[in-house]
């Protein structure tokens, strides 16, 4: 079964940090440019950080930027996102997604929200709760 799994969400206070990964499953995440997204409660998902296939470009969305840092470990097919200094509205489920550089950026960049049907995986999801 091909499938995307993100872990490492969970309660935090405000300033904390958290590493989510995101692994594959029945595939390899090497043969893809790869995003975190987030969907907070009565809002629309918006793009997080994105990485590239090959040569690592990454991209940031504002709500994040200088909070967060994605990477990839190509050795476990695994990518990550570094969160530090989380705040109440950081509160969202997040998610990862794999497909090509052109989508993937297009999304993240949230030029254009339909682009998520074009994208080859999601995962369901893990939630990030910022609260004291």
């Known amino acids: 079964q091909l499938q995307l799994v993100e872990s490492g969400g969970g309660l935090v206070q405000p300033g904390g940090s958290l590493r989510l990964s995101c692994a594959a499953s029945?595939?390899?995440?090497?043969?893809?440019?790869v995003g975190w997204f987030r969907q907070a409660p009565g809002k629309e998902r918006e793009g997080v950080s994105c990485?590239?296939?090959?040569?690592?470009?990454?991209y940031y969305g504002d709500s994040m930027k200088g909070r967060s840092t994605i990477s990839r470990d190509k050795d476990k097919s695994t990518v990550f996102l570094q969160m530090n200094g989380l705040e109440p509205e950081d509160t969202a489920v997040y998610y990862c997604a794999a497909g090509t550089f052109s989508v993937l950026f297009r999304l993240c960049a949230g030029w254009d929200l339909s682009l998520s049907d074009d994208m080859d995986h999601w995962g369901k999801g893990t939630l990030v709760t910022v609260s004291s």
């Open positions: 029945g595939f390899s995440l090497d043969d893809y440019s």
């Open positions: 990485i590239g296939r090959t040569d690592g470009t990454t």
